[in-house]
């Protein structure tokens, strides 16, 4: 029994994980807009839906000017499910 418990506590303390990570930055203001793109994948290398370029977050934001990005990621049991969301800021 005490085997199943911490075969349990341990897959459930890798069940998910979130981050977020600066990825670049520019001389330009920040500015008072912010664009988002999210792409997900399943088992790590099949792309389900979306694209998470910086070029189609700042045209979903409508930016001309980049200031700077940030992706984040989620993912749950390693690769199995993967989400990753780029944010762009600027004007």
């Known amino acids: 029994m005490k085997k199943y418990f911490f075969l349990a506590a341990i ?10 990570a600066p990825v670049a930055a520019t ?11 999210t792409e997900t994948r ?12 910086i070029n189609a977050a700042a045209k979903n934001g409508g930016i001309k000017k980049i ?10 049991l390693g690769p199995v499910y993967t989400k990753t969301t780029t944010k762009v800021y600027g004007e």
């Open 11 to 20: 897959l459930c303390g890798m069940a998910s994980c979130s981050s977020v």
């Open 42 to 53: 399943i088992l790590g290398l099949f792309p389900f839906a979306g694209d998470h370029g």
């Open 27 to 37: 001389s330009n203001n920040v500015g008072s807009k912010c664009g988002t793109a």
């Open 67 to 76: 200031s700077h990005v940030d992706v984040q990621k989620y993912n749950i």
